[in-house]
C-alpha cells in the first residue's frame, strides 16, 4: 500500500499530502495515524525543518472518519465502549496531541472539503489556506456522534464560541469565502494557486530563523491558556535563550549594515 503520507521537501519546507484520494483522505485507520504521528515526531527532531505544508491528495483534503469503518464497526469503532474510547485515545488524539505540540510551523494547504476530524486536523494547524472549493464542516452530530478529537476546543479559539456552536450543532458546511469571513482561513485562491501560494507562506516562515519561529509558535500556544504574569515570565526566558543564538547577532548585524542576513543553522 502506498504510504499514508507522501513527503516532498525544498529547502527547509516539507510538504506532507494526505494520500488517500480513494476515502477521500479519510483518517481512521490505526497504521495511517501511527504514520501521521511519526512524521510530527521526525519534524521535532530535524532542526533543518522550519515550516510544513500539509494538504490533501485528489479532491478532499479530509474527510474525517471513515463511516464505513463506523458501520462495520471496524478500526477504532470496534469493540465496547471502553475499547473505543481507547481507540480514540490512542488514534486521533494522539495526532491531535502531536501537532499540537508540534513547535515546526503548519500551513494548511485545504484542497477541498475538510469535514468533521478533517475540519478539525486543519484547526490543529497554525495557518490555513482554502482553495475556492474547500468547504468545512463540524459535521459529527449528522452521524449522532461529537467531536472526538478535540474539536470543541480548536475550533472556537479560531471562529469564536458562538460560530463554533452553530456549526458544532447543525453540521452544516460553510464554503471558503464564509470560512474566510470567520476568520477560519487567512486566505482563499484558485485552487490551481494553492500549493504555490501555501508554499510561498511556508518559505516566508522558513526565511527566519528556525529556533525564533519554533519559540514563537510555542509562546502563541502556551499564553491561549495563561495569565499574563506568568507568560511574561516565560517570554523572558524564551528571550534570554534566542539573545545568545547566532542567528539573532548575525540578523542584528546585517540590520546594522543594511544587507540581508546570512543565516547558516536553525
Same mark, same amino acid.
Given at each position: 500500500?502506498?504510504?499514508?503520507?507522501?513527503?516532498?521537501?525544498?529547502?527547509?519546507?516539507?510538504?506532507?499530502?494526505?494520500?488517500?484520494?480513494?476515502?477521500?483522505?479519510?483518517?481512521?485507520?490505526?497504521?495511517?495515524?501511527?504514520?501521521?504521528?511519526?512524521?510530527?515526531?521526525?519534524?521535532?527532531?530535524?532542526?533543518?525543518?522550519?515550516?510544513?505544508?500539509?494538504?490533501?491528495?485528489?479532491?478532499?483534503?479530509?474527510?474525517?472518519?471513515?463511516?464505513?469503518?463506523?458501520?462495520?464497526?471496524?478500526?477504532?469503532?470496534?469493540?465496547?465502549?471502553?475499547?473505543?474510547?481507547?481507540?480514540?485515545?490512542?488514534?486521533?488524539?494522539?495526532?491531535?496531541?502531536? !501537532?499540537?505540540? &508540534?513547535?515546526?510551523?503548519? *500551513?494548511?494547504?485545504?484542497? @477541498?472539503?475538510? $469535514?468533521? +476530524?478533517?475540519?478539525? %486536523? /486543519?484547526?490543529?494547524?497554525?495557518?490555513?489556506?482554502?482553495?475556492?472549493?474547500?468547504?468545512?464542516?463540524?459535521?459529527?452530530?449528522?452521524?449522532?456522534?461529537?467531536?472526538?478529537?478535540?474539536?470543541?476546543?480548536?475550533?472556537?479559539? !479560531?471562529?469564536? &464560541?458562538?460560530?463554533?456552536? *452553530?456549526?458544532?450543532?447543525? @453540521?452544516?458546511? $460553510?464554503? +471558503?469565502?464564509?470560512? %474566510? /469571513?470567520?476568520?477560519?482561513?487567512?486566505?482563499?485562491?484558485?485552487?490551481?494557486?494553492?500549493?504555490?501560494?501555501?508554499?510561498?507562506?511556508?518559505?516566508?516562515?522558513?526565511?527566519?530563523?528556525?529556533?525564533?519561529?519554533?519559540?514563537?509558535?510555542?509562546? &502563541?500556544?502556551?499564553?491561549?491558556?495563561?495569565?499574563?504574569?506568568?507568560?511574561?515570565?516565560?517570554?523572558?526566558?524564551?528571550? /534570554?535563550?534566542?539573545?545568545?543564538?547566532?542567528?539573532?547577532?548575525?540578523?542584528?548585524?546585517?540590520?546594522?549594515?543594511?544587507?540581508?542576513?546570512?543565516?547558516?543553522?536553525?
Amino acid at each position: 500500500m502506498e504510504p499514508f503520507l507522501l513527503v516532498e521537501r525544498e529547502g527547509a519546507v516539507l510538504t506532507a499530502t494526505i494520500n488517500r484520494p480513494a476515502l477521500r483522505n479519510a483518517i481512521t485507520a490505526k497504521p495511517d495515524m501511527e504514520a501521521f504521528v511519526a512524521f510530527i515526531d521526525s519534524v521535532t527532531a530535524d532542526d533543518t525543518v522550519r515550516a510544513v505544508v500539509l494538504t490533501g491528495a485528489g479532491s478532499a483534503f479530509c474527510a474525517g472518519g471513515n463511516v464505513k469503518d463506523m458501520a462495520n464497526r471496524e478500526g477504532m469503532f470496534a469493540g465496547e465502549p471502553y475499547d473505543q474510547r481507547n481507540g480514540y485515545r490512542r488514534g486521533i488524539q494522539k495526532v491531535a496531541q502531536a !501537532l499540537y505540540e &508540534l513547535e515546526v510551523p503548519v *500551513v494548511a494547504a485545504v484542497n @477541498g472539503p475538510a $469535514i468533521g +476530524a478533517g475540519l478539525d %486536523l /486543519a484547526c490543529m494547524c497554525d495557518i490555513r489556506i482554502a482553495s475556492e472549493t474547500a468547504l468545512f464542516a463540524e459535521s459529527f452530530v449528522k452521524l449522532g456522534l461529537i467531536p472526538g478529537d478535540g474539536g470543541a476546543w480548536f475550533l472556537p479559539r !479560531l471562529i469564536g &464560541l458562538p460560530r463554533a456552536t *452553530v456549526m458544532s450543532l447543525t @453540521g452544516d458546511p $460553510i464554503d +471558503a469565502a464564509t470560512a %474566510l /469571513a470567520y476568520g477560519l482561513v487567512h486566505e482563499v485562491v484558485p485552487g490551481d494557486r494553492l500549493l504555490e501560494t501555501a508554499r510561498a507562506m511556508a518559505q516566508r516562515i522558513a526565511a527566519n530563523p528556525g529556533h525564533a519561529t519554533r519559540l514563537a509558535k510555542r509562546l &502563541l500556544r502556551e499564553a491561549q491558556d495563561m495569565k499574563l504574569a506568568p507568560l511574561l515570565e516565560l517570554s523572558a526566558a524564551y528571550q /534570554a535563550l534566542a539573545h545568545h543564538t547566532p542567528e539573532h547577532q548575525e540578523a542584528v548585524a546585517a540590520f546594522v549594515e543594511k544587507r540581508p542576513p546570512r543565516f547558516n543553522g536553525g
